[in-house]
């Protein structure tokens, strides 16, 4: 079974500045995606930025990147110019290619982001 | 555009009640999931559906029963409720057969079992 692995719980980070969250994951599988999601105090998810596993190129998403390492099988998330309202719960999240869309999003536990100002 | 609609939005339910967790997505989305988020646990899948009439378990099943008469809802059934239970509980959406498509997700459960 596929496990995913956020080392930090918690972050913090000055306004303006950048600050690099910590995603690790374990497969046997060679195809793949990986996600991270946003949970601001208001429950809501919301999808920041995905990855295929197939693509080399790092996918970005204007104040968001990441640096997807196959290999390593790490997925950090980079948040630069860091904002108040990036404040939140942090989810990296793994899903096979094998399966439905609706089947398994394997999650990390979280990293709680704090900003700041 | 609603979205997707989880009701209700608060709920306290004594051991050994039953209740049904109410959702409904209004994107003609085939895919729809239930998920439940404890403190500290992150996400885990309950139950999921890749279209009407068709669903399948997820990591933690036990005690949650669904069903998907229609591509629109997806209610979630407990059928005995237990502290265990206690949860935040997320539906979710999707309308691609990639697996690299969003999610959509409701604003969440907030259920505590006493």
């Known amino acids: ?117 | 555009n609603a979205g997707v609609t989880q009701t209700p939005k608060f709920q306290v339910l004594k051991t050994g009640q039953s209740m049904t967790l109410q959702c409904a997505q209004d994107m003609n989305h085939e895919y729809m999931s239930w998920y439940r988020q404890d403190p500290g646990m992150g996400l885990r899948l309950i139950h999921y559906s890749v279209g009407a009439g068709i669903t399948d378990q997820g990591e933690v099943p036990n005690g949650y029963n669904v069903s998907r008469s229609t591509t629109e809802d997806f209610p979630l059934r407990l059928l005995s409720a237990a502290p265990s239970q206690t949860s935040v509980y997320f539906c979710a959406s999707s309308y691609s057969r990639q697996g690299n498509e969003k999610l959509f997700f409701g604003s969440g459960t907030q259920l505590s079992v006493l």
């Open chain 1, 1 to 117: 079974a596929q496990t995913v692995t956020q080392s930090q719980p918690e972050m913090s980070v000055q306004e303006a500045e950048t600050v690099t969250l910590s995603c690790t994951y374990d497969t046997s599988e060679s195809d793949y995606y990986l996600f991270w999601y946003k949970q601001p105090p208001s429950r809501q998810m919301i999808l920041v930025i995905r990855q295929e596993a197939y693509k080399q190129q790092n996918a970005t998403e204007n104040r968001f990147s990441v640096n997807f390492q196959k290999a390593a099988k790490s997925f950090s998330l980079k948040i630069s110019d860091s904002q108040l309202g990036d404040a939140a719960m942090y989810f990296c999240a793994y899903r096979s290619a094998y399966i439905p869309p609706s089947g398994p999003l394997v999650f990390g536990k979280g990293t709680r982001l704090s900003v700041i100002a």
